[in-house]
């Protein structure tokens, strides 16, 4: 069957997957990775710093790179706090990652999470610069994070970027990728680092994308439920890339009067968006006279404004299916509801919302007494606080892709960013489609 019909076919019998109560201990496509890339130990003899979420299939991979070399006493973690699985934190130490060498959790809600997530990675690469014996550094990225700790350094510290010359770099999200290209190259040159980005590369882009915009579809059902949804008068997706084109399809099959708003800034994907379902119509922008009662963020980039709160009904829904907590500007809004006592917008019972942690809704009161209110916290909701919002089958195959990148990057000669290999990603996506194709669900 071919790779699109296999997927389609996925995509339709996404309920009937199950995720795993536990994390799963291997990947059937890591292991097969490492007799199809024929190398033994390449992760022997270094140090590893992971930056990255903290879910099941995580640990499948830390057990491939500890078969392969990787000795967890020279290993340190950061973790996105929105996506962390209190049980793969807990597999970590039985794997014998100390404690000492991760973050510690957070968990406010309200908390800016950008200044937090920044300050969390400086301080575990404080502790990580006094390790004994540095060996050569591998760093596995989810949003540039130790770019941005190096460009902050060339500021407030300049002489420690010597510490990090020939650092070899993996980034895995589209965010940290342009970040990576637009406001790293300097720093990236001056330290010489070696860095492999996954995010344009197919099995990302046609493989696990369409699946992300399921997940993301799905989960906001689960939490606001299909009846929210089918009684949404005007709903708005705002990005129709891959993710947003995936969430756009799964609304439809969902709720198939629903009628959307698709606005991106592409005149081609707006065409196309048009084209999704009878009821979509594709947009440069939100209409400025009309009241949207849920609106999806699928942009990576801040695609919402203070001002543009009056475009939302009472008891709207803003939601965001990209990475981190940029989509809406959820900082911003809970800014404004701090800055003055007696203002119009302010955040609805405080304290039950930060009792109830990084995946509580946030409710504002604005002008005129509506209330809108952030899905999940404004962070993306198909990280619900599970312990994974893919299936293994699926998510494996970006595993593959982090563990064969990682493995390019330390074999990598002089500074700049490359692609994965184009063999490696086309051999993971065919693994990854024949794995799929033979699915139980599927038959």
């Not at 040159?189 to 099995?203: D, E, F, P, Y």
Request: charged letters at 25%.
């Amino acid at each position: 069957m071919k790779s699109d019909l296999v997927i389609e076919k996925a995509l339709e019998n996404f309920e009937l997957f199950q995720i795993p109560d536990s994390p799963p201990e291997n990947l059937s496509l890591l292991e097969e990775l490492q007799h199809h890339l024929q190398e033994t130990k390449p992760f022997t003899n270094i140090d590893v710093l992971f930056i990255q979420h903290h879910l099941g299939p995580f640990i499948g991979r830390l057990n491939s790179m500890i078969a392969s070399g990787l000795d967890p006493n020279r290993s340190w973690f950061v973790d996105i706090p929105y996506s962390t699985n209190p049980g793969v934190v807990e597999k970590l130490g039985e794997l014998g990652f100390s404690v000492h060498q991760r973050t510690m959790r957070f968990d406010d809600p309200l908390s800016n999470y950008g200044s937090a997530q920044a300050q969390r990675v400086s301080s575990l690469m404080e502790f990580l610069e006094e390790r004994e014996d540095p060996r050569p550094l591998l760093v596995i990225d989810d949003g540039a994070y130790f770019a941005r700790y190096l460009n902050s350094l060339i500021t407030y510290s300049p002489s420690k970027l010597d510490r990090y010359v020939g650092t070899s770099v993996v980034e895995q999200t589209t965010r940290g990728h342009r970040y990576l290209c637009n406001d790293a190259l300097e720093v990236i040159m001056r330290c010489g680092l070696s860095v492999v980005s996954i995010a344009k590369c197919k099995t990302k882009s046609e493989f696990e994308g369409p699946f992300i915009g399921a997940a993301v579809s799905r989960a906001m059902k689960r939490s606001i439920g299909e009846k929210r949804i089918s009684k949404a008068r005007h709903i708005a997706v705002i990005g129709c890339g891959v993710v947003g084109e995936a969430t756009v399809r799964e609304i439809c099959r969902i709720c198939p009067d629903a009628k959307i708003d698709v606005v991106d800034v592409d005149a081609s994907v707006r065409a196309k968006a048009s084209h999704l379902s009878k009821y979509c119509e594709g947009l440069p922008q939100l209409r400025d006279y009309r009241e949207y009662d849920i609106i999806l963020g699928c942009t990576g980039y801040n695609s919402f404004h203070l001002d543009q709160r009056k475009l939302l009904s009472d008891d709207a829904i803003l939601a965001s299916g990209s990475s981190a907590a940029i989509e809406f500007n959820r900082a911003g809004f809970i800014e404004l509801a701090d800055r003055y006592e007696d203002d119009e917008i302010e955040i609805v019972d405080r304290i039950k919302t930060i009792s109830e942690g990084i995946h509580a809704p946030i409710f504002l009161r604005q002008e005129k007494g509506k209330i809108f209110s952030f899905l999940n916290a404004g962070f993306p909701v198909n990280f619900d606080g599970r312990i994974e919002c893919l299936p293994t089958k699926i998510i494996q195959a970006t595993h593959g892709l982090l563990f064969t990148a990682s493995i390019q990057a330390l074999a990598q000669e002089g500074p700049g960013i490359n692609t994965v290999n184009p063999d490696d990603d086309k051999w993971i996506f065919n693994r990854a489609v024949s794995e799929l194709s033979n699915s139980p669900e599927l038959r």
